[in-house]
């Protein structure tokens, strides 16, 4: 959990356990006035509806975004499975909880659609790194970090985090730049925006754990 003026940052897990009961806490104990969610407008309503796949979806992303789109949730969907929680259940409770307590919610990510077509032009060069570090893992499991290590119900620690990250920088840096990079501005923006316009507001962010660190330290510079 991050400060930052009259801004408290958790850092989640979308298929954690731990990251519900903090949300939940923070939210009961404290009762922010504006809840800022890691969220477009368009993942926003999909929280809470259950939409069939439609063929203007695949026009209008693309096939390469749809597809990334497509195996991104269903990966999530699986390890979410394992320990009994919904993806992006987190988010639900905080926006579900706060609105109970007439909490403002505000969405702070960039749309969907432009991160995803982004993350589609990437070079081919890091495409192909990106297909063979997979197969590697599957199949002669080198330079994995084990399963076993980690708990699903629990956020990782932030020493985990940070090597992760690094590892992803160093090996897919355009798959960092979209991924992380420009959505720590974008988010950081958005909750400056947020904080200048609401000085005397209790503001809570839920975002990411990969993010928190990067956007407190963005927020320090603006």
Same mark, same amino acid.
């Given at each position: ?46 929280? #809470? $509806? !259950? +939409?069939? %796949? /439609? ?12 597809? *990334?789109? =497509? ?68 199949? #002669? $499991? !080198? +330079?994995? %970090? /084990? ?12 020493? *985990?985090? =940070? ?60």
């Amino acid at each position: 959990m991050g400060k930052y003026k009259n801004l408290t940052i958790i850092g989640s897990s979308h298929i954690a356990k731990q990251s519900i009961i903090e949300v939940q806490d923070y939210i009961n104990k404290n009762k922010p006035q504006i809840i800022a969610v890691e969220l477009d407008r368009k993942r926003f309503l999909a929280l #809470f $509806r !259950k +939409e069939k %796949i /439609k063929l203007k979806d695949i026009m209008h992303l693309g096939l390469k975004a749809f597809i *990334i789109n =497509v195996i991104g949730a269903y990966v999530e969907k699986k390890l979410g499975k394992l320990v009994g929680v919904s993806p992006g259940d987190e988010m639900r409770t905080a926006i579900k909880l706060g609105s109970s307590y007439n909490a403002n919610i505000a969405l702070i990510d960039q749309p969907i659609e432009i991160t995803l077509k982004k993350l589609s032009k990437i070079s081919f060069k890091e495409k192909f790194r990106i297909i063979v570090d997979i197969i590697k893992g599957v199949i #002669f $499991r !080198k +330079e994995i %970090i /084990k399963i076993e290590r980690f708990d699903l119900n629990k956020v990782p620690s932030k020493e *985990i985090i =940070v090597k992760l990250i690094n590892k992803v920088k160093r090996s897919y840096p355009e798959t960092y730049n979209v991924l992380i990079k420009e959505r720590n501005e974008i988010m950081a923006k958005a909750l400056n925006k947020i904080i200048t316009l609401n000085p005397e507001a209790n503001i809570l962010a839920i975002v990411g754990a990969g993010h928190e660190t990067d956007i407190i330290k963005l927020l320090q510079r603006s």
